[in-house]
């Protein structure tokens, strides 16, 4: 292609004069030999051998650095060193100088670190060519005869550096350059007439590789340096030519004759003597002497072009590059930015090389979406939404996909509204909207294959939201959006259109069968009950091979409520999974009673209900079956299952409320054998059952129990149940008709009881009044008459008794030395101080009991459950009446006359009794007798001394603490025999039968 057919911009201010006439000052008496630039100056030398160093702010360094001529120089971009090729003397004889400038010399000027020959082969030749690696490993020396020298090591020092001879003498060497890759480093070398490149990776193994046969001037080569390829570019008369380490690249056609070519940034800046300029610009030209032109190579346009004087050098440097003519003027030449840049083609509207420009200078993202944005409108405003489309699309992500949307909802644009909305899934920024239109677009313009190929694509393609696309397609394409769901493994959706659309139940059942088992269980319990009401048999199959395969995950109690209206197939599921040996839970076997009761109920009477009465009194019996009983009871009374409800209260022992259901049933279903056979059978075990039937008996008007009466009132008299005067009263005030005949047998019964207890308490009081009296002898006996003991022993270790001893009223004599070995206390007997004092604590803790009962009062008043309070106090004794004997000598007042009092309780007399039968007066706690005679004869030596009695000393009198209440069985005023029961004394007929007169202290 040939640049005059490219695009012309002005993307460059070119500005004159910019050093202030410095350099003109420089060279006003010799000319501008040498130009180069790097590590922030411009290197400028003349002919005579002067450099020249010019800072960012034109401050200039002068020093010389050749005596005679100056012919080359290049300064490396990163380092301090400048290479430079002159002579110092008369003749062909070139010298290689490296200087650092960033180290002056004692004399200010940059040092100079090495100085070489540049001769090949011993032949004194002009150089032509110069060019150094940047990584300062190697630098090549060209020269006028053609040869090539390469220079290996450090080229700071001449110490170990290594040069050789890559080209022997042939046509002059115009241009070098240095191309590094990742694998290798390339020397392209360019000749007047031919273009060749050497691979010089490996020392003396480089390798020459012709690229052509056409070469090219001085300074008409550059090596590019920010395109995507490195490439060697030559220019010619004809054309700018590219070549790489394979050969030829592109060219681009250009007349005239080519004096300077450069590279800066992504430019190519080429300085031409032209034919193909303008009537204007050729007229310039021809005065003026150079055309400068500046090649976007990138996006092939012309961003500058303009005539100038004859021009000596161009240098890039700290941003820009610099021009310098042959009168020394510097002219730089200023790139604008890139807003500015958008600004100009935004006007002309040339939005495709704006975004070219913008891409290549990495403009950030939002700018190139909103110059995508200025396209677009800019074609859709020129009737071109195709294109506009196209450029919309390049916005997706950041450009709001309504306003596109909104420009194309007309029926006329509904073609490019789906390309972009397609690109919009494929790019995932589709939202369910986005996928809503997109379907919709697709059906209006009736185009089904495409519909099919956007819902069918691949999984790993997929940029649309599924369930969006099968609700669209659910609408206008059944068929479609039911396929869609099972390719993508939708399942909720698929089994939802097969259920609602498509009806198709025995089809969801089998598939629920391909899915895993947590899918499976998630969809059953979601749409199991419908399945139950259109396809009972299959779903219940189905259900039961499932919760048996799945025993240990699936809980068959979750699956219970899809039967909510099918009992028949509940009972048929739960039934196959006992059989099947499944554990169930308890609510689960609340739940098959229900329904066994609830299809019980449903049926006509025959042989299928009485099966479904023996399954539910099975499940009932059966007690590995753990099953809630009071729901249970509920359930049964619900549905008036008699069998069960009888069960479950003998179960839980409601006796009670086993009689109430029989006597509460109506008049056509009571039966009375019932009744009686209830309580015969738990009568025993609750007595008050027999009492319950009175009261109901007698209280019940609907009813005829004349045949349970009679029976009910021999139990009662007989158990004792209640007492006759509290039967009469109830029948007395009965609501129902109860004749005289009827309760005739059991008055007479009862009057002939009362008669003879009335005799047997008359006997039993004259036996008490006959013992009494005999007590009331014994104790005067005690009290004045002498007492003899006649033990020989010692009681605690059976030897004959010797003096000294002792001896106690109860007929216990002891050793002194024995009785002091074991005795706790002197004043008690060894022999009956442990049942002594047992029957002392046992009176001090029932003493004691007597100061709470205000506290149980209190509680009572307080208590929900007084019986259980009663209980608990009856038990620690507060309720017995105790008696209390001490040593206190009081004597016994006898009252004048026996007052009338209820007789002491049975159970307190006999526990006193039955500690008193294990000697003669358990109550007395005597005073050792022993111990009384040795103080009053401690020094008598004979047995008959110490026992002998005063001739008639005064008694020692043993009191006995009277009752709690002032009631004395001793009085002497009971003289009526009719009022005594012997029977009802504890002492009467055993003193003279039971005592142990070895252990009676008081026998005589």
């Known amino acids: 292609m040939a640049f005059f057919e490219w695009r012309k911009f002005n993307f460059f201010e070119l500005k004159r004069g910019v050093d202030d006439g410095k350099l003109n000052k420089l060279f006003k008496d010799a000319p501008i030999a040498v130009t180069t630039s790097g590590n922030n100056h411009l290197v400028v030398g003349d002919a005579t051998g002067q450099i020249h160093l010019i800072s960012r702010s034109w401050q200039v360094t002068s020093f010389r650095a050749y005596e005679l001529t100056l012919q080359f120089a290049q300064q490396l971009r990163n380092s301090p060193l400048l290479i430079t090729i002159g002579e110092d003397e008369q003749g062909v004889n070139p010298l290689i100088k490296v200087w650092d400038t960033g180290r002056p010399d004692k004399s200010g000027s940059p040092y100079c670190t090495r100085i070489t020959r540049a001769i090949p082969n011993n032949r004194a030749v002009q150089v032509s060519a110069l060019c150094v690696h940047d990584n300062m490993q190697m630098m090549a020396v060209g020269f006028v005869d053609g040869s090539l020298i390469l220079y290996r090591g450090d080229i700071s020092r001449d110490r170990g550096s290594r040069q050789k001879i890559l080209r022997e003498a042939s046509s002059t060497v115009t241009g ?61 008369d004809d054309a700018i030519y590219c ?92 790139e604008k930015d890139l807003g500015s840049k958008l600004s100009l083609l935004f006007k002309k509207n040339v939005y495709d090389i704006a975004i070219r420009i913008a891409k290549s200078q990495q403009y950030d993202s939002d700018g190139l979406v909103e110059i995508f944005r200025q396209y677009g409108d800019h074609l859709y405003g020129k009737g071109d939404p195709s294109g506009a489309i196209e450029q919309y699309v390049k916005t997706i992500g950041k450009l709001e996909p309504s306003y596109v949307i909104r420009k194309f909802m007309d029926s006329k644009h509904i073609d490019n509204l789906t390309a972009y909305l397609q690109a919009l899934h494929k790019q995932g920024q589709a939202t369910e909207d986005h996928t809503t239109l997109l379907l919709n677009c697709f059906t209006k313009l009736n185009k089904t ?23 669209v397609c659910r609408t206008g394409s059944p068929e479609e959006a039911l396929m869609l769901s099972k390719r993508h493994k939708k399942h909720d959706w698929y089994i939802k259109l097969l259920l609602e659309d498509h009806m198709k139940y025995t089809e969801v059942i089998e598939y629920l069968s391909s899915l895993e088992t947590n899918q499976a269980e998630m969809y059953l319990k979601k749409y199991g009950q419908i399945l139950i009401q259109n396809a009972p048999h299959e779903a219940t199959q189905f259900l039961k091979n499932f919760c048996t395969v799945n025993s240990t995950d699936s809980d068959p109690e979750d699956y219970i409520h899809l039967f909510l209206n099918n009992s028949s197939r509940l009972v048929e599921f739960l039934d196959y999974l006992i059989e099947a040996g499944c554990i169930l839970t308890s609510p689960v076997y609340d739940t098959l009673l229900e329904h066994y009761l609830h299809v019980w109920e449903s049926l006509p009477d025959g042989a299928e209900k009485n099966r479904y009465a023996q399954k539910t009194l099975n499940l009932l019996h059966n007690p590995d079956v753990k099953y809630d009983k009071p729901q249970a009871l509920v359930v049964c009374h619900m549905h008036g299952f008699s069998e069960g409800i009888l069960h479950l209260y003998e179960e839980q022992k409601l006796y009670q409320q086993i009689l109430r259901y029989h006597m509460s049933r109506s008049k056509e279903q009571f039966d009375a054998n019932a009744v009686l056979a209830c309580c015969r059978r738990f009568g025993h075990q609750e007595p008050t059952l027999w009492v319950q039937a009175l009261w109901t008996c007698i209280r019940d008007e609907e009813h005829e129990y004349s045949d349970l009466l009679p029976e009910i009132l021999n139990v009662i008299a007989k158990e004792r149940l209640l007492s006759p005067q509290l039967v009469i009263e109830a029948i ?30 008359k006997e039993l009081t004259n036996k008490y009044r006959k013992d009494t009296e005999t007590l009331r002898n014994k104790v005067e006996e005690l009290k004045y008459n002498p007492i003899l003991i006649q033990g020989s022993r010692c ?38 101080q442990p049942d002594n004092k047992k029957l002392m604590e046992l009176l001090k803790s029932r003493d004691q009991n007597k100061d709470i009962h205000e506290t149980f009062h209190s509680q009572l008043d307080k208590a929900s459950d007084g019986f259980t309070l009663a209980a608990e106090y009856f038990g620690r004794g507060v309720f017995n009446t105790v008696k209390v004997i001490t040593d206190e000598r009081k004597p016994i007042e006898k009252p004048a006359a026996m007052p009338q009092q209820k007789q002491p309780e049975k159970v307190t007399e006999a526990r006193i009794r039955q500690e008193e039968n294990k000697r003669s007066l358990p109550a007395i706690i005597p005073k050792s007798e022993g111990r009384i005679r040795m103080q009053e004869n401690k020094f008598s030596s004979s047995l008959e001394a110490n026992i002998t009695m005063p001739k008639r000393p005064e008694p020692k009198k043993i009191e006995i603490a009277a009752p709690a209440v002032d009631l004395n069985p001793f009085g002497d005023d009971i003289d009526d025999e009719d009022e005594y029961d012997k029977e009802k004394n504890p002492f009467f007929g055993e003193a003279d039968d039971h005592c142990d007169k070895n252990l009676n202290p008081f026998e005589v």
């Open 176 to 236: 070098l350059a240095f191309k590094t890759t990742a694998n290798a480093v390339y020397l392209f070398v360019s000749t007047e007439n031919s273009i060749y490149v050497y691979n010089v990776t490996y020392k003396d193994k480089e390798i020459m590789s012709t690229l052509d046969n056409i070469g090219c001037r001085r300074n008409c080569s550059v090596i590019t340096e920010s395109v995507q390829e490195t490439q060697f570019m030559v220019a010619r």
């Open 243 to 334: 070549y790489n380490s394979d050969g030829r690249g592109p060219c681009y056609a250009a007349d005239g004759e080519k004096v300077l070519l450069q590279w800066f940034r992504s430019y190519l800046i080429f300085v031409s003597k032209t034919t193909w300029l303008t009537p204007t610009q050729a007229a310039a030209a021809n005065q003026r002497g150079h055309l400068l032109t500046v090649l976007d190579i990138q996006n092939k346009f012309i961003v500058f072009s303009a005539p100038l004087d004859e021009i000596v050098a161009v240098i890039n440097e700290w941003g820009g590059f610099y021009i310098i003519d042959c009168k020394n003027t510097i002219y730089h030449l200023n």
């Open 449 to 471: 294959s495409n519909l099919k190929e956007f819902i069918l694509q691949k999984d790993s393609e997929v940029n649309f939201d599924v369930d969006i696309a099968i609700k």
């Open 732 to 761: 007395g005030s009965a609501n129902a008709e109860i004749k005289l005949s009827q309760v005739r047998e059991y008055i007479i019964k009862e009057l002939k009881r009362e008669n003879e207890i009335a005799n047997s308490d």
């Open 795 to 832: 009681a605690a270790c059976n030897h004959t008794l010797e003096l000294p001893s002792l001896h106690f009223l109860c007929q216990h004599s002891y050793h002194q030395h024995c009785f002091q070995s074991y005795s706790e206390n002197e004043n008690e007997c060894l022999a009956c």
